[in-house]
């Protein structure tokens, strides 16, 4: 176990966390939210430093992120914990089970992901990664010098302090968005909306993001609320690319799929505000990149991705800047 960062002690061996905006007040012996930051004998460790559960080449456009070295490959690995509790969850085996994990060291996961043909870094993925701050932390530093990308594909769920400690080290991020109220965030997440918009606002002055909203039948797809969010989002960037995600019942919620034309409603609502709007975990849909001025075809997305009409970060046809980073 390695002793965590952003913590204080206070009486009777009690700490308090604040890497999380749960900000848990942890008695000796006992575990935060997240399940994986453990109070001994008044020290708060991280029980999930050097530990992976997951681990696998993924293509860039599984984190989904279709705006940043599409077509590449990248290793992605996960723990396990999780600081949300939502009761959909998709990988609910390390989030809340805490299934099988192995050791490797920060070193260790640099050299492997250096040694792998055409990789362009590190995902941490799978699982929530700020909640492995210290490790995640670590080892981007580690790959950053090695000349990796790294990536985080996160809840957002961070406080400010840890999130800009660790976004120098970080060059994209795709993070979930999974609603746009308090109350779909407490009831459903265990969360609360406004320090994940928070790390939208930080995150995309520093690195390249994307969002990600997993729209629930009944619970998140109000149509009105879907333009208020990307509304929102169009405040800071119009370039930020928004992905909705199909939703398949899972864990503790099991409801219809999200009908495909709740999602195509979804896309064109937000698209009144937004450049780049897709479709996620559903077949058959158009998730091409058209130039949001001359509206030609710019990155066309089928088994592989092959870019057709972008030169330079500029549409070839009519020269409007295109948020694509390619190189
Ligand atoms: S990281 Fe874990 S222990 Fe720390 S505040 Fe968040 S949920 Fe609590």
Redesign the pocket.
């Known amino acids: 176990m390695k002793e965590t960062m952003y913590y204080k002690k206070l009486e009777d061996k009690k700490v308090k ?4 905006p ?3 007040t ?1 008695a000796d012996g006992k575990t ?3 399940g994986v ?1 453990k109070n001994v004998d008044g020290i708060l460790y991280s029980q999930n430093y050097n530990k992976i559960s997951s681990i696998a080449m993924d293509p860039i456009e599984k984190k989904p992120l279709y705006h940043f070295f599409p077509g590449n490959i990248v290793l992605s690995v996960g723990t396990i914990g999780c ?1 949300l509790n939502c009761s959909f969850c998709q990988n609910y085996s390390i989030s809340k089970e805490y299934g099988e994990a192995e050791e490797i060291t920060s070193k260790g996961l640099v050299s492997m992901a250096s040694s792998q043909h055409d990789n362009l870094g590190i995902a941490y993925t799978y699982n929530e990664p700020s ?1 492995w701050y210290e490790f995640v932390y670590e080892t981007a530093k580690e790959a950053k010098c090695n000349g990796l990308k790294n990536i985080l594909v996160t809840n957002g769920f961070i406080s400010q302090e840890p999130l800009e400690a660790l976004l120098p080290y970080i060059d994209a991020m795709n993070i979930d968005l999974k609603g746009y109220s308090n109350k779909y965030y407490r009831e459903i997440c265990g969360g609360e909306v406004e320090p994940v918009k928070r790390t939208i606002e930080i995150a995309s002055r520093m690195c390249h993001v994307e969002i990600t909203t997993l729209l629930v039948t009944g619970l998140n797809d109000n149509i009105n609320d879907i333009g208020e969010m990307a509304k929102w989002i169009s405040s800071i960037d119009k370039d930020i690319p928004l992905h909705f995600s199909r939703y398949f019942g899972s864990y503790k919620l099991y409801r219809d799929p999200t009908p495909i034309d709740t999602l195509y409603a979804a896309r064109d609502e937000a698209k009144k505000y937004l450049n780049y709007v897709y479709i996620g975990n559903a077949y058959g849909i158009d998730n091409n990149t058209y130039c949001p001025n001359c509206k030609r075809l710019l990155a066309k997305r089928e088994n592989e991705v092959s870019l057709e009409g972008i030169n330079n970060g500029k549409c070839m046809y009519c020269g409007q800047d295109i948020n694509i980073i390619c190189d």
């Not at 966390?17 to 999380?20: D, F, G, K, R, S």
């Open positions: 966390c604040y890497l999380c749960h900000n848990c942890i935060g939210i997240c930051r600081n909640i």
